[in-house]
C-alpha cells in the first residue's frame, strides 16, 4: 500500500497562468476528495469524486477550477487563470467503499505560490 | 467556512507532560476525527469517534465527545517531542458523502 500520492509537490507560476495537479489514490479507494488548506488555518473542501462521477463541488471552486476523474483512479485539479489569492497547499485524500470508509487518507499536497 | 474552532490555538509542553486539545463544532454530525499534520506536509488520521460514542482511546491518545455541547478534546498523554505538530479536529455531518469540515488547528510544541 503506496499511500496516496500528488504530483508536483511544489509549484511556483506567475499570475494569470494556468497549473494542473494530479493526484493517485490509494488503489482500490473509490472515494476521492480534493482540499485547500491556507497558512494558519485547516483545510477547506473543495469537492468530492465517487468513482468517476464529481458528486459535490464547495462554491470555493470558482469557474477557474476544475477536477476530473476520468477513469475512477487518479484525479486532476486545473486552476485556470491564477490568482495570488489562490496561493495554498493543495490536499487530495482518498477513502474506501468499505471497512474503514469514514477516514479519509491524505497526500503530501501540493504547495502552490502564484507570483 | 470552518465548522467550529480548536482551543487552545497554540500549547507549548514539557516532554513527558499531557496535552489536551479542546474542539467545538456547530451542526449535527456522524462522526468526528482527528489529524495531526506536521509542519508543511499532508494531514496523518489519529482517531474517529461517532456521534453515539462518548470516548475513545488509542494508544497515548484519549478522545472524548459531547453531543450536547457539541465540543470534543484530545488528551495526548506522556508527550515526546515527536508529538510536534498541528492537532486538527474534522466534522462530518449526518447524511453527507463524508466531507471532511475542519477547525483551524492547535498548534503543539512539545520541548525535551
Known amino acids: 500500500d503506496t499511500g496516496v500520492s500528488q504530483d508536483p509537490r511544489h509549484k511556483i507560476t506567475k499570475r494569470g497562468q494556468n497549473v494542473t495537479f494530479r493526484c493517485d489514490p490509494i488503489s482500490e479507494h473509490n472515494r476521492l476528495y480534493w482540499y485547500r488548506q491556507t497558512l494558519g488555518q485547516g483545510p477547506e473542501f473543495l469537492t468530492y469524486f465517487q468513482n468517476e462521477a464529481q458528486l459535490e463541488k464547495s462554491r470555493l471552486l470558482s469557474d477557474r477550477f476544475s477536477a476530473e476523474r476520468p477513469k475512477g483512479s487518479f484525479s486532476t485539479l486545473e486552476i485556470q487563470r491564477t490568482e495570488q489569492g489562490d496561493s495554498a497547499m493543495y490536499l487530495c485524500?482518498?477513502?474506501?467503499?468499505?471497512?474503514?470508509?469514514?477516514?479519509?487518507?491524505f497526500g503530501p499536497g501540493t504547495r502552490l505560490l502564484v507570483l | 467556512s470552518q465548522q467550529g474552532e480548536e482551543d487552545p490555538q497554540a500549547l507549548s509542553i514539557q516532554e513527558g507532560e499531557n496535552a489536551t486539545m479542546n474542539c467545538s463544532y456547530k451542526t449535527s454530525i456522524n462522526n468526528l476525527q482527528w489529524y495531526r499534520q506536521n509542519s508543511g506536509r499532508g494531514l496523518v488520521h489519529l482517531i474517529l469517534i461517532r456521534s453515539n460514542e462518548r470516548e475513545k482511546h488509542s494508544g497515548r491518545l484519549r478522545v472524548t465527545l459531547d453531543t450536547s455541547k457539541k465540543s470534543s478534546s484530545l488528551l495526548i498523554t506522556a508527550s515526546r517531542a515527536a508529538d510536534t505538530a498541528s492537532y486538527f479536529c474534522?466534522?462530518?455531518?449526518?447524511?453527507?458523502?463524508?466531507?471532511?469540515?475542519f477547525g483551524a488547528g492547535t498548534r503543539l510544541a512539545v520541548h525535551p
Open positions: 474534522a466534522t462530518a455531518r449526518m447524511g453527507g458523502y463524508n466531507k471532511l469540515i
Open positions: 485524500a482518498s477513502s474506501p467503499r468499505t471497512g474503514r470508509a469514514e477516514t479519509q487518507y
